[in-house]
């Protein structure tokens, strides 16, 4: 991260243009050759800044109260990450306004955006899958809960019957009993036939719902690119964060239930 600081602050203070992969490997204090071992060139050194963001976004999805839904956890992670003052300061905020800019202006760093951007969606499809199954199980916990209720009210009625007059028939002994079949297997109590695999874990996000997760994943870096592309401040109706939830508007009818 040390490499990708240098890199940044060389790229707003003097240019992408001018800044040598040279001049951001001594302003790190490594020699040329180590900075080529980790980077191919100059614009993938801000790749872990740009990854950074978008992980704490992403990230702040999973940490999301359990009683939000995807949607409002969605909005949440964007007021958690995107309004200066919530581990990103304002000032901060004016550093992300340059790369962002920077990236609009150079084919290469664009491409370094893209990347981390595409990456992101694919883990944010797979936090939102976790989500989706999560909340699916515990509708079904309260299902079965209330059931066994209902079953126990039932069970618990008692029966107004006199068993002294009414005693119930004793069976008879069966002359040919059945030979014994031995004793019977308790039921498998991990039926995944992958012992390694968690089988509380979903399988690779769905389509609709890796749909979701572009779209949500576009909403922010819209919003992001959108008023990088200004002089507004960071806060405010045009701030980042408000755009951002206004994009997110988009998913407001989509069938999250359908998706998983």
């Not at 119930?168 to 079949?181: I, K, L, Q, R, V």
Request: hydrophobic share 45%; aromatic share 6%.
């Amino acid at each position: 991260m040390e490499i990708a600081r240098a890199a940044a602050a060389l790229f707003v203070r003097q240019g992408l243009r001018a800044t040598r992969a040279e001049d951001i490997a001594q302003a790190a204090g490594i020699a040329p050759r180590t900075f080529y071992r980790y980077f191919a060139s100059k614009e993938e050194a801000v790749a872990p800044l740009y990854a950074a963001g978008a992980q704490r976004w992403t990230e702040a999805v999973r940490a999301a109260p359990a009683s939000l839904g995807v949607l409002e956890a969605l909005r949440h992670a964007v007021r958690e990450t995107l309004t200066p003052g919530f581990g990103v300061s304002a000032s901060a905020w004016e550093w992300v306004r340059t790369l962002i800019r920077l990236a609009d202006a150079s084919p290469a760093l664009r491409k370094v955006w893209a990347e981390v951007c595409q990456a992101e969606e694919g883990a944010l499809a797979e936090i939102l899958a976790h989500r989706l199954s999560a909340h699916a199980r515990q509708a079904a916990a309260v299902g079965e809960a209330a059931d066994s209720a209902g079953t126990s009210r039932t069970d618990g009625c008692e029966d107004t019957r006199d068993n002294v007059s009414h005693p119930e028939p004793h069976p008879s002994p069966d002359p040919h009993p059945a030979p014994d079949a031995g004793p019977t297997l308790p039921p498998n109590p991990n039926p995944n036939p992958n012992p390694n695999q968690d089988p509380a874990a979903p399988a690779s996000a769905p389509p609709r719902l890796r749909f979701a997760a572009a779209v949500a994943g576009a909403a922010i870096r819209v919003a992001v690119e959108s008023w990088a592309a200004t002089t507004e401040p960071p806060t405010g109706a045009n701030g980042p964060a408000t755009l951002a939830l206004h994009n997110l508007d988009a998913l407001a009818h989509f069938a999250w239930e359908e998706a998983d």
